[in-house]
């Protein structure tokens, strides 16, 4: 049974989940689940116990303490049947070792990006879910940024995509290189608007901080004509994410740090304007500008503040899905696709690395 088809667990009450890794990431993820009203964060797993158990005794709720364990075995042996999904927040490397053994026992599971460390691991986790009634979902969050989710609805086209990833070092996730730690999400986000194999690459980058590389950019075209520029970086003193998106109807213009966008596009009454445009003089074209500005342009500003936060948003996809069934919003073939770019843009880096 495929893995983005499959129906998790059913249950008529809250889904017993827990949080494996409780690190920076996992441990946000275990806050935000003993807050929902729609799951029991019953088990936090790390091997530093000491850290799963105080973390634990933190988000103690008033029927009771979740439980801590050292691994995923002993996780599975104290709970098995009563585990209906978990959060895998360890570092990458670690993914196969942890998400396989859950979901062969049936346990749905939300595997933090990238889905693997390389795609022979990602192919053993893809492998457990389709032989399980598991749902494997990935967590590559900005899908749930607001601004975004409502240009997905939209049904917008892009025809060149303009990424900028930047981040002040915070030497966490040094296992892996800015391709994967950072430009991943944007790969991700790109694949799912353009829906097109990528036909040619070029990019470019190189260490700074550590032994991988904390700076990279690439150009991207794709099969169906749509080109994207992409430059992710964890070496910036200034924060920056920004996406801007170009189709024949407008643009899209997103700073997901300031809960920012703007869409322009043509307004139902270009065409018909479009001709009285081409009839006047440049003089008075210019004086009227901002007159047919307003009247053929459609400009949209979206101020996103307030909105449910993306990580919050990801987990209740999580738990609806295991829930109803039914596909993810963000499949495993998905977190292959992203994982698989990322492989090739930093195999490129390292053809011309400086």
């Known amino acids: 049974m495929s893995a983005s088809e499959g129906l998790a667990r059913q249950t008529t009450g809250q889904l017993n989940v827990a949080v494996i890794g409780t690190g920076h990431l996992g441990s946000i993820h275990a806050r935000i689940l003993a807050e929902h009203t729609g799951a029991h964060l019953c088990a936090l797993v790390d091997r530093d116990l000491q850290r799963a158990g105080a973390l634990a005794e933190e988000l103690a709720g008033a029927d009771q303490i979740p439980r801590a364990f050292p691994d995923t075995g002993s996780l599975l ?42 795609l022979e691991q990602a192919d053993q986790i893809m492998a457990a879910a389709q032989a399980s009634s598991a749902t494997l979902t990935v967590g590559h969050v900005e899908r749930f940024q607001p601004g975004l989710r409502r240009v997905l609805k939209q049904g917008w086209q892009p025809r060149f995509i303009e990424c900028h990833r930047l981040a002040p070092p915070s030497f966490r996730s040094m296992d892996v290189g800015v391709v994967h730690d950072l430009m991943i999400h944007d790969l991700d986000l790109i694949l799912s608007l ?52 170009f189709s024949g109807r407008g643009y899209v213009s997103l700073d997901f740090n300031r809960n920012y966008g703007i869409s322009v596009a043509k307004g139902p009454e270009w065409d018909a304007r479009r001709a009285e445009l081409a009839d006047l003089a440049p003089e008075e074209l210019l004086a009227r500008k901002d007159e047919f500005a307003g009247a053929v342009l459609a400009v949209e500003e979206m101020s996103l503040e307030g909105e449910q936060r993306p990580l919050q948003a990801e987990l209740d996809a999580f738990l609806k899905v295991m829930r109803e069934g039914g596909a993810p919003e963000v499949t495993g073939a998905d977190g292959r696709a992203a994982l698989e770019l990322a492989e090739r843009i930093v195999g490129a880096i390292r053809e011309v690395a400086w």
């Open 194 to 245: 353009v829906k097109s194999p990528v036909a040619e690459l070029d990019a470019c980058g190189g260490a700074i901080l550590g032994e991988r590389e904390d700076l990279a950019s690439v150009r991207l075209i794709f099969e169906n004509g749509a080109r994207a520029s992409v430059t992710a970086s964890r070496a910036s003193l200034q924060p920056m994410r920004r996406f801007r998106m």
């Open 77 to 118: 042996d104290a709970l098995g049947s009563e585990l209906h999904g978990a959060v895998v927040a360890v570092p990458t490397e670690f993914h196969a070792e942890v998400a396989v053994p859950l979901l062969r026992a049936g346990v749905s599971v939300l595997v933090e990006k990238p889905l693997a460390s390389c």
